[in-house]
């Protein structure tokens, strides 16, 4: 198996981050994802757990959920995270890796729908995954996939002491042999997964100064580069002061009346034939 490495770690700092995330962007994903009560869901790489609660919500009582993660620590905290919010039975969920799914021989071919969310940008093979995905479903199942297209975020007005480390935080991802733009490659994948691509699409996380979201999604964009910091300076294209200047002025921006920035995951959706 292919050794996979999360380039943002998951310390409990990496936590909150991705926590806070969520609590930005599930409600678009949930309505993205469109589930009608009753199915069978499996998530892939479901990390703290939170959107996948809200799938198992959104499928309700005869529905099931399987959340797949590969972090103990994750996995560990999306289930404390349950279990405060007092959804501790709502999904089953299990360690492993997205590479070696671990369903059991009866399980395989059943769900309705199998998805992942930002995880196949941190995978040197993801269309291994993505097989085993389509192979999850039952035949007419679905096969939903976002990701993030890192080229497609900008900031008006430019900050160019961002925009150096940004563009520094994009070599991380060549360095590693991933794709930092795969979400435009996501019905490529369904394609040779053997699935029938039926819809392409992306989901906006953009904000802008005056939106109450707008100070959470700064501090999400800066906690993406503090994270990966140690990555940041191996690529030799930014020195540890640059990337603290970087993120300082991304801050000191955020304090403009017209701040702006945009971000969108890709969306992909096929069918198992």
Known sequence: MTETRYIHGTDPEEQKRLSRLNDLINRRSLAALALEGGERVLDVGSGLGQLTRGMALAAGPQGRVIGIERSAE???????????????????????????????????????????????????????????????VRPGGRIVLEDDDHAVFRMWPEVGDTNRVWRAYLSTYERLRLDANIGRRLVEFLHRAGANPVRNDELFFGSCAGDPDFGGFVNNVAGILIGARADLLATGQVSETEVDRGVAALHEWSKRPDAAFWYTASWAEGRRP
């Open 74 to 136: 994750q996995l560990v905290r999306a289930q404390e995270l349950a279990h405060a919010a007092g959804e501790g039975t709502l999904v089953d969920f299990r360690l492993g890796d997205a590479m070696q799914i671990p369903l059991r021989d009866e399980e395989w071919g059943t769900f309705d729908v199998c998805h992942t969310r930002f995880l196949l940008e941190h995978l040197p093979d993801p269309l291994a995954v993505v097989k085993q995905m389509v192979r999850a």
